[in-house]
């Protein structure tokens, strides 16, 4: 009987999982068929069917993506809150001090954006990336395939592990996550990285961190470097408008409550961009933070290093946490290349 339950379930699985590609095959024809009868039949021309919204749905796969946020105009962390690693004894362990020949279960949660239409046997693909900005494929960490509930449904998001055992040279090494969904509605979000270096420091303590940066592009390119303290926001920016407005005690009981209009997609992603810009999280300056170049001009291939440093003020109490994201961009389309979190635990 259970052979016939997990039969049924994959034959539905293939079923939903191929519905998204009949769709498009029948659109197809509604349109070569509006075209041959305007071609060849009928005194006057026939407009093509147009398909009303709502008929063709698509989820809408999505992990924090530093690239996608940048190229919006807001600040990121390299520290993946949608990422963590965690070894045989589930402790949850930082990027920064993984062992060489260690295996390690890397977590990313997947979320979907989409009300409306689910990601079934969806791949979710680790790859592992040199240490810095625009680094090379070091190695494939796994894949592993999930079903993406629509949001808010019971299961979304979902997480998405894999056991990976690290390189036996040791080093600082930056995760990639992507979920692979070719009919994504949004496909600029599905990508996300997770490179940290993490410190335990002390008052007047000098920083260096070396950051190489590398040229994946072609012909010669100019990248701006900056650096910022971003953090993320204590609580999320939600939507106008999804509740009542209270405007005294009595509304329980009586029915005069009021509405407010229900925010648009637009007005919501505007707030959230202008909350989380890069100006808003500057640097500490007591902590002398600086880049050792703001900008690099490289061959494709080329490779150059990037030194940043600071120093720990001597007022900075024990126990507290001070973060710096260095990102890089192409100078000249703004367009976002990469960058590393470093984080500093004062003792």
Not at 7 to 18: E, H, N, Q, S
Not at 65 to 70: D, F, G, K, V
Not at 169 to 191: K, S
Not at 278 to 298: G, K, M, Q
Request: glycine share 8%; proline share 8%.
């Amino acid at each position: 009987m259970k052979a016939i339950i997990d039969a049924l379930i994959d034959f539905v699985k293939r079923v939903l999982g191929a519905l998204p590609g009949l769709i498009r095959l029948l659109l197809l024809l509604l349109r070569r068929a509006c075209e041959r009868k305007r071609q060849y039949g009928g005194k006057q021309p026939m407009h093509c069917l147009p398909i009303p919204a709502g008929v063709y749905l698509r989820p809408d796969a999505s992990i924090y993506s530093q690239n996608y946020l940048m190229s919006l105009g807001m600040a990121v962390t390299w520290d993946n809150p949608d990422v963590h690693l965690t070894d045989a004894l589930n402790n949850v362990v930082g990027s920064h001090s993984l062992k060489p020949s260690t295996s390690y279960t890397v977590t990313a949660t997947i979320h979907n954006r989409s009300n409306d239409a689910p990601a079934l046997d969806m791949p979710v693909v680790f790859r592992l990336f040199g240490f810095g900005v625009g680094g090379g494929t070091v190695q494939e960490i796994g894949s592993v395939k999930v079903d993406l509930p629509v949001r808010g449904a019971p299961g979304e998001p979902v997480e998405a592990s894999v056991t990976w055992t690290t390189p036996p040279a040791p080093g600082h090494y930056c995760i990639q996550i992507e979920a692979v969904l070719p009919d994504d509605a949004n496909p600029l979000d599905n990508v996300g990285q997770h490179n940290t270096v993490i410190q335990g420091v002390s008052a007047g303590r000098a920083l260096h961190l070396i950051v190489p940066i590398r040229n994946r592009l072609q012909g010669v390119r100019t990248f701006a470097v900056r650096h910022h303290s971003y953090h993320l926001p204590a609580e999320p920016i939600v939507r106008r408008g999804l509740g009542r407005r209270r405007r005294d005690a009595l509304d329980d009981v009586r029915a005069d409550t009021t509405r407010e209009a229900r925010e648009t997609d637009e007005s919501l992603q505007a707030r959230v961009v202008a909350a989380n810009r890069p100006e808003l999280f500057a640097s500490p300056p007591d902590w002398a933070p600086a880049v050792s170049a703001r900008r690099v001009t490289l061959e494709a291939e080329g490779t150059t290093e990037v030194e940043f440093t600071a120093t720990v003020p001597a007022s900075a109490p024990a126990g507290s946490r001070q973060l710096f994201h260095v990102s890089v961009t192409e100078e000249s389309t703004e367009r976002p290349v990469g960058g590393v979190t470093a984080i500093f635990d004062i003792t």
